[in-house]
Every structure is written in structure tokens, then in C-alpha cells.
């Protein structure tokens, strides 16, 4: 599982309340990614990073930001969560040119 | 843009019969492919991959066919088992940032 963590695991929240997500490494690598998963669109790129405080968009950004203060750390946040927003999160790193997942993270907004 | 396709999104087979996935892309350019693994309530999970100057690539009961003229790869799983119950993706990387696109997946249910 390339030492890949999310948390939490499952959240239900209200539209209009702040959520973040974590991801955490335990191998230093640089690329870490966050994708959504809805049913049929599979995964879709929403923010990525390529080192400490570098990071850019990916397909589906509107919404959401991300930071990266240390290289294990990974922060995805909804400001605002929409219903639209419900998904099933997943962080991945990278490894030469293979994509490596975390668990995944069910979000509900209500 | 890259597109990647499937062209089937559920697959039902008996258990021990061989199953076949199927993936259309189309750039051209691309020269790596990758065919992922996801089990419900799970993160994909990397399976096999194939470069573009091979035609077929074979793993432990799956082989990845890759045909460059129509742009398409197949994913071929002998005596499907139980456990191969699963969503199949194949995805290919862009060319910039380590970034891939994937296919919307593929429900492959095995009966026993």
C-alpha cells in the first residue's frame, strides 16, 4: 500500500461547513495526488503536488484547495462542502510510473 | 485530451472461465498503459502494465494485449476466479506532472 494513510475514513457533513482531508506518507514521495471517484466518471484528478508547497490543479479544482507544509502530508479542503462534493476521495502517490492508492475517504454532504 | 474508454461497463463470467477486459484510448502518443484492480470499499491496486513497443505482456493468470493501429489494450484474466470480483480501469499518463487519466472501470463479477 506504499504506506499510504487517509483520514478519516467516512464523514457525513452539512452543506456549507468547512471539511479536510488528510493524507499521509510514510516513504518521502515527492508526487502525491487527489482524485474524486463518482460512478461514471472514474478517477478524476483534482489536485496535485510535486514537493513541499508545490502544488497545482487538476481537472475538477473548483471547490477545493490543498496544502502540503511537510513532504508526508498531503491536506485536501472543501471550504464550503455542496452536495455536488459527495464522493469517495482517494490519495495516491507516485512511483517511477505507477500510481499507488490510499483507502479512500466516503464524503457525505448533506 | 486523452481519452480512455471501456467498452463494457459490467462483466459477468463463471469461475474458471477466462475473462476479457477491454480499453480504447486515443493518443496516439501514448506509450505506457496501466491496468488497475479496485475491490469494493478499496484504493485501485496496479495490476500489469505494457509499453507501447510491446504487443502482449503476460503477469501471473493475466496478459495485457496492446494494439497500436486501433488504439485499443484488452486485459485477459485465465480461470477467473472468485476473488477477481472486481472493477477493472486501465489508465495512461499524460506527459507532464505524473499525471494519468483513467477509464470509468469495468464491474467484473465472477459467479462460482
Known amino acids: 500500500d506504499a504506506g499510504i494513510t487517509q483520514s478519516p475514513r467516512h464523514k457525513v457533513t452539512e452543506t456549507g461547513t468547512p471539511v479536510t482531508l488528510r493524507c499521509h506518507q510514510t516513504e518521502n514521495h515527492r508526487y502525491m495526488y487527489w482524485y474524486r471517484q463518482d460512478p461514471g466518471h472514474g478517477l478524476r484528478l483534482i489536485h496535485y503536488s510535486y514537493g513541499v508547497k508545490d502544488t497545482d490543479k487538476g481537472e475538477v479544482s473548483d471547490g477545493y484547495s490543498v496544502s502540503r507544509s511537510k513532504t508526508e502530508d498531503f491536506l485536501l479542503t472543501l471550504e464550503s462542502a455542496t452536495s455536488s462534493q459527495t464522493s469517495v476521495y482517494f490519495c495516491?502517490?507516485?512511483?517511477?510510473?505507477?500510481?499507488?492508492f490510499g483507502p479512500g475517504t466516503r464524503l457525505t454532504v448533506l | 485530451g486523452e481519452s480512455v474508454g471501456l467498452h463494457l461497463p459490467t462483466l459477468s463470467v463463471q469461475e474458471g472461465d477466462n475473462s476479457i477486459i477491454n480499453c480504447a484510448y486515443s493518443?496516439?502518443?501514448?506509450?505506457?498503459f496501466i491496468w488497475y484492480k479496485q475491490e469494493s470499499g478499496k484504493g485501485p491496486q496496479f495490476i500489469i502494465d505494457?509499453?507501447?513497443?510491446?504487443d502482449k505482456r503476460q503477469g501471473q493468470r493475466v496478459t495485457v494485449l496492446l494494439n497500436k493501429t486501433v488504439k485499443h489494450l484488452s486485459l485477459q484474466i485465465a480461470a477467473t476466479q472468485p476473488g477477481d470480483s472486481a472493477v477493472y480501469f486501465c489508465a495512461v499518463p499524460l506527459n507532464t506532472g505524473n499525471q494519468f487519466y483513467f477509464g470509468t472501470g469495468t464491474s467484473l463479477t465472477v459467479i462460482p
Open positions: 505494457i509499453r507501447s513497443n510491446m
Open positions: 495516491a502517490i507516485s512511483l517511477g510510473n505507477e500510481q499507488f
Open positions: 493518443n496516439s502518443a501514448s506509450d505506457y
